[in-house]
Nanobody, 122 residues
């Protein structure tokens, strides 16, 4: 698994953004994938998760504004975010692991992408 997150940038509050996480490996369909984010000076926090069977989960404080989906043929997971707020400013990371039991724990993921920076201006 080799993950590449992209799609970040500078957007205004209220905008929408799609972040792709692409895998260049050969076993993508077997992996569970999560998105995390880390704001300046803060801990990395869970955002969203999609299992290899397409079961999804979201951080409570973001639910309703985000959705996650995967395309195993294109080996890509998308994080779609709507109604962005300045407090959504962070570096967003995708990560992958096998048989993840607690998707909110960073330690469950074995592979991490390099992160893509999202800045939301007010």
């Amino acid at each position: 698994v080799q993950l590449q997150a992209s799609g970040g940038g500078l957007v205004q509050a209220g905008a929408s953004l799609r972040l792709p996480c692409a895998d260049s490996g050969r076993s993508f369909r077997r992996f569970d994938v999560g998105w995390f984010r880390q704001a300046p000076g803060k801990e990395r926090e869970f955002v969203a998760f999609v299992a290899n069977n397409n079961k999804t989960a979201y951080a409570d404080f973001l639910e309703g504004r985000i959705s996650i989906s995967r395309d195993n043929v294109k080996k890509t997971v998308h994080l779609d975010m709507q109604s962005l707020k300045p407090e959504d400013t962070a570096v967003y990371y995708c990560a992958a692991g096998r048989s993840i039991s607690w998707y909110g724990s960073k330690n469950q993921y074995d592979y991490w992408g390099q992160g893509t920076e999202v800045t939301v201006s007010s």
